[in-house]
């Protein structure tokens, strides 16, 4: 039976041989291809023979590649250990389907780019690559050309992320007595050149503490002389402004803030006033 068997499958792969050679010569007449598509179905007629006679014979087909076997088509390749499928060349891993062309699960993270060497800024690319350089900062080639393919930072440890615009403002501070948030406190006027620390989650507002900047409006009311009001994270004052005032006029500005810890903001102004801060959005 084993002989019978060998004998057939030698019989398939030199007809299959010679039907690929007929196949691959442009200058076959009408009557040679008209052979070939009456051989081919012989060819498929008998494979699906041999299918059955070898499925019967030696058992059904693996659901999956084995253990540092060769990954199959068409099914999930599991492995036991850390890589589950490791692949290196210049392109290691490509793939087109719909509607995805690579789909990756993990259980600490979906995918890992490995970071390495510096910006690719000014270098060549292609269309749509993605680098991480070695200081954690994440690149995408816009356009592609063999000099500058036009890199922009999508993320890095120095940006400060996506900005997430909140449902509705909220104010989570009112220096003015009675004024709503009552419970945040202090409630009272500045004190000329007197930081004062604001937390931008308070009042439920949907900042989270982990917060790298937020999008605040910053008023200022009833100022007893002119002056200037300033918003910066952390630490002493930079120097800078963020509004500028009148005696006794009441104004509005908008900026995005750097946080400090806990998303809190510091604010102050050069002379005694009154002043609000509604959140808008926050950056993460």
């Keep these: 039976m084993d002989d019978q068997i060998d004998a057939r499958i030698a019989a398939l792969e030199a007809e299959l041989l010679s039907l690929k050679q007929q196949i691959g010569s442009r200058e076959q007449d009408h009557d040679a291809a008209t052979s070939d598509r009456r051989g081919m179905v012989k060819l498929l007629a008998a494979s699906a023979v041999g299918a059955v006679t070898g499925a019967a014979l030696l058992g059904a087909q693996p659901a999956a590649a084995a253990q540092g076997g060769n990954a199959m088509l068409g099914v999930a390749n599991t492995s036991t250990n850390a890589t589950g499928f490791e692949a290196s060349a210049e392109s290691g891993v490509r793939a087109f389907g719909v509607p995805y062309g690579i789909e990756a699960d993990g259980a600490s993270a979906n995918a890992l780019f490995s970071g390495s060497g510096v910006s690719p800024v000014a270098t060549a690319g292609n269309l749509g690559e993605l680098y991480v350089d070695g200081d954690g900062n994440w690149w995408a080639a816009t356009v592609a050309s063999d000099t500058d393919a036009l890199w922009r930072k999508v993320a890095g440890p120095g940006s400060a992320g996506q900005l997430h615009v909140l449902a509705k403002p909220v104010r989570v501070y009112d220096s003015r007595p009675g004024q709503q948030p009552t419970a945040v406190q202090p409630k009272a006027p500045t004190v000329g050149n007197t930081p004062r620390t604001i937390d931008t989650t308070a009042n439920g507002s949907g900042v989270p503490p982990t917060a790298n900047a937020v999008l605040v409006n910053l008023t200022v009311a009833g100022p007893t002389a002119p002056g200037f009001a ?50 808008i959005g926050y950056y993460q």
């Design 230 to 279: 300033a918003a910066w994270p952390s630490g002493p004052w930079p120097g800078t402004s963020s509004i500028n005032f009148a005696a006794g006029q009441n104004i509005a500005a908008t900026t995005v803030v750097g946080c400090g810890a806990n998303a809190t903001i510091q604010v102050q102004s050069n002379t005694v006033t009154d002043f609000l801060i509604d959140v």
